[in-house]
Nanobody, 126 residues
Framework: QVQLAESGGGSGQAGGSLRLSCKAS????????MAWFRQAPGKKRETIAT???????SYAESVKDRFTISQDNAENSLYLQMNTLKPQDTAMYYC????????????????????WGQGTQVTVSD
C-alpha cells in the first residue's frame, strides 16, 4: 500500500523560507512522476512543481525561481524548498505521485496522480 506523508508546514514571514518534506512508503515504481500541489481557501488546487524519476523538473510560473523541488531516493522522500515566501503562498500543500513519467509536468491533470498525501498547511504573513 502506497502512503505519502507531508511534513514541514507551518507559519512563516514574507520573504522567509520553509521546507516541506513528503515521505513515501510502499512506492516502488522505477519510473514515476511526483508533484507538489497547493490549494488556497476558495481556490482550485493547482500544481506548482513536478519531478520525474530522471530528475526532470517543471514549475508553475507563480513559484518559478523561488521554489525548488527535489528528491532523495535513498530516503524515499520528496522535498519542496520555498524561498522568498509571499502571503499568496498561503495554502494547504499536498504531495502526489504516479507510476510512469510520461507527461510529467505542471500541465498533468490531478486525475493523472494516483497517490496523495493528507496535506500540510503553510501560512505566510506580511
Amino acid at each position: 500500500q502506497v502512503q505519502l506523508a507531508e511534513s514541514g508546514g507551518g507559519s512563516g514571514q514574507a520573504g522567509g523560507s520553509l521546507r516541506l518534506s513528503c515521505k513515501a512508503s510502499g512506492f516502488t515504481y522505477s519510473e514515476y512522476c511526483m508533484a507538489w500541489f497547493r490549494q488556497a481557501p476558495g481556490k482550485k488546487r493547482e500544481t506548482i512543481a513536478t519531478i520525474d524519476s530522471d530528475g526532470s523538473r517543471s514549475y508553475a510560473e507563480s513559484v518559478k525561481d523561488r521554489f525548488t523541488i527535489s528528491q532523495d531516493n535513498a530516503e524515499n522522500s520528496l522535498y519542496l524548498q520555498m524561498n522568498t515566501l509571499k502571503p499568496q503562498d498561503t495554502a494547504m500543500y499536498y504531495c502526489a505521485a504516479a507510476a510512469g513519467r510520461v507527461y510529467c509536468s505542471t500541465y498533468r491533470p490531478e486525475k493523472g496522480f494516483n497517490y496523495w498525501g493528507q496535506g500540510t498547511q503553510v501560512t505566510v504573513s506580511d
